[in-house]
């Protein structure tokens, strides 16, 4: 659980909703929770994460995944 205060996603609008979680009903993780009291900034966070996960067609998602899943063990990130 985050120690930054967050807002409850039923105060989301529909548009940050979808952004964040998906049309599927399910829960936002916390790391984009703590930028709940700032939408803009949550868009713009799922932005980047959309935008380094589709990236180029020069590796498969599946590749992408294992080199973000290296990084965060060497960084010591448990998310």
Same mark, same amino acid.
């Given at each position: 659980?985050?120690?930054?205060?967050?807002?409850?996603? *039923? %105060?989301?609008?529909?548009? &940050?909703?979808?952004?964040?979680? !998906?049309?599927? @009903?399910?829960? /936002? *993780? %916390?790391?984009?929770?703590? &930028?709940?009291?700032?939408?803009? !900034?949550?868009? @713009?966070?799922? /932005?980047?994460?959309?935008?380094?996960?589709?990236?180029?067609?020069?590796?498969?998602?599946?590749?992408?995944?294992?080199?973000?899943?290296?990084?965060?063990?060497?960084?010591?990130?448990?998310?």
């Amino acid at each position: 659980m985050a120690w930054i205060e967050t807002s409850s996603e *039923d %105060a989301w609008d529909r548009d &940050h909703r979808v952004a964040v979680i !998906g049309e599927v @009903a399910g829960r /936002a *993780d %916390a790391i984009m929770a703590v &930028h709940s009291l700032n939408p803009r !900034g949550m868009l @713009a966070h799922q /932005a980047v994460y959309s935008s380094a996960m589709r990236g180029t067609a020069s590796l498969r998602k599946v590749d992408r995944e294992l080199v973000a899943l290296v990084v965060s063990q060497i960084n010591d990130c448990h998310y």
